[in-house]
């Protein structure tokens, strides 16, 4: 594979720019890793729009409040589960909540999932 060379000047006004990793990554045909040692290697800190901010600590604390799980948030809101488990201690759901979970989507996957009987006009006599 042929090695790309990334304009160090070019990249640092994306980046700057507020350009996320794959964003950076699509631009120039690299995957998000490549740039994230390249950030690395130049001493550039990560995407600051991802970072644990005030605001984003509340939403994600809002999110907790509303009963969503930790899986759920990391999907959704792009956090790391360790950082998740870092800022917000104890929030995880234990066993039997993920099990109790579970459970309850597979009621509610049957039943909707569940055809409708077709209406036997022979069994009832007008």
Do not use: C
């Not at 690299?30 to 939403?59: C, F, L, W, Y």
């Amino acid at each position: 594979m042929p090695r790309v060379i990334i304009d160090a000047e070019e990249f640092h006004r994306l980046n700057a720019d507020g350009w996320t990793a794959p964003e950076l990554a699509e631009h120039y045909g690299v995957h998000p890793a490549t740039i994230s040692r390249h950030r690395k290697r130049h001493g550039i800190n990560a995407d600051t729009r991802r970072m644990m901010t005030p605001e984003r600590r509340q939403a994600i604390q809002a999110m907790l409040d509303d009963g969503w799980s930790h899986a759920e948030i990391s999907r959704t809101e792009g956090a790391d589960p360790e950082t998740l488990r870092k800022h917000f201690p104890g929030t995880a759901w234990t066993t039997k909540q993920r099990a109790a979970h579970l459970s309850a989507l597979r009621v509610v996957n049957i039943h909707f999932n569940r055809r409708p009987q077709a209406y036997d006009q022979s069994k009832y006599a007008a």
